[in-house]
């Protein structure tokens, strides 16, 4: 039999038809396999499909890495998949389609034949997560406001207890001092200042989404602006 760890690498890339011809074409997910350099060799529709690729275009030599935003994030498995450090490597990056960014994660291994010799290329098994990484950054973003809602209410509460006697004690001191008093200036401002900071705790009470706003010095804070 066989040495599979054999000339790894340097295989001249070879389909066996018999044994995986029906998984390219018929495959249930995305099913790219590639030679060395990323130079498509088959591909089931699935996998043209999510990396946006036209029928036309596949029929031709074309290259997996052309269709990829950040192609690094692919030739990046060759190493250690060649030297067989790794027996597999998966990896997610991102393709245009429709003029709209998607997710690709993709599991890759060299690939072999049915004897698990090495034929010259890769196997990638691809499935389009884009959907299932929106509803995973929307779940993060619902803890996120739901951790917020409950800093929100104890501050509301808390600040709110705090504002309410500022305002009532400089309300009682206005109606006692003439307008003209110095004082009646400065208590003024103390009030005008509680009104301020109250309208501040009901905009963050009212915060329905968490959207950041440049602070200072590249420091990120919550946009409460209506």
Same mark, same amino acid.
């Given at each position: 039999m066989?040495d599979s760890r054999k000339?790894v690498g340097?295989?001249?890339f070879?389909?066996?038809?018999s044994?995986?011809?029906?998984? &390219?074409v018929?495959g /249930? &997910?995305?099913i %790219?396999m590639?030679? +060395?350099?990323?130079? %498509?060799?088959y591909s089931? /529709?699935i996998s043209?499909d999510i990396?946006? $690729?036209?029928?036309?275009e596949y029929?031709?030599n074309?290259k997996?890495?052309?269709?990829i935003m950040? /192609?690094k994030?692919? @030739?990046?498995?060759?190493?250690?998949l =060649?030297?067989?450090?790794?027996?597999?490597v998966? $990896? @997610?990056?991102?393709v245009?389609?429709n003029?709209?960014?998607? @997710?690709?994660?993709a599991?890759?291994n060299?690939a072999?034949?049915?004897y698990?010799?090495?034929i010259g290329?890769f196997f990638?098994?691809?499935?389009?997560v884009?959907? &299932?990484k929106?509803?995973?950054?929307k779940g993060q973003? =619902?803890?996120? $406001?739901?951790v917020?809602?409950?800093?929100i209410v104890t +501050?509301?509460?808390e600040?709110n207890? =705090?504002?309410?006697? $500022?305002?009532?004690r400089s309300e009682l001191l206005?109606k006692?001092?003439? /307008?003209? *008093?110095?004082?009646f200036?400065n208590v003024n401002e103390i009030?005008?200042?509680?009104?301020?900071m109250?309208? =501040? &705790?009901?905009?963050i009470?009212? %915060?329905?989404?968490?959207?950041?706003?440049? +602070?200072v010095n590249?420091?990120?804070?919550i *946009?409460?602006?209506d």
């Amino acid at each position: 039999m066989r040495d599979s760890r054999k000339n790894v690498g340097e295989v001249p890339f070879e389909y066996p038809r018999s044994f995986l011809e029906n998984i &390219v074409v018929n495959g /249930p &997910v995305g099913i %790219i396999m590639t030679d +060395y350099d990323f130079n %498509i060799k088959y591909s089931n /529709p699935i996998s043209l499909d999510i990396h946006n $690729i036209k029928k036309e275009e596949y029929d031709r030599n074309i290259k997996l890495t052309d269709y990829i935003m950040k /192609p690094k994030k692919v @030739t990046s498995i060759k190493e250690p998949l =060649i030297s067989e450090k790794e027996e597999n490597v998966c $990896i @997610t990056y991102e393709v245009v389609q429709n003029n709209e960014k998607r @997710t690709i994660r993709a599991k890759v291994n060299l690939a072999r034949d049915e004897y698990y010799y090495p034929i010259g290329g890769f196997f990638f098994i691809c499935e389009d997560v884009t959907e &299932v990484k929106r509803l995973r950054e929307k779940g993060q973003e =619902i803890e996120k $406001i739901e951790v917020l809602k409950k800093m929100i209410v104890t +501050y509301n509460h808390e600040l709110n207890n =705090i504002l309410a006697v $500022i305002m009532g004690r400089s309300e009682l001191l206005l109606k006692k001092l003439s /307008p003209d *008093d110095e004082k009646f200036r400065n208590v003024n401002e103390i009030h005008e200042s509680a009104k301020k900071m109250a309208n =501040i &705790v009901r905009k963050i009470r009212e %915060i329905k989404e968490i959207k950041d706003t440049n +602070y200072v010095n590249n420091i990120k804070m919550i *946009d409460i602006n209506d």
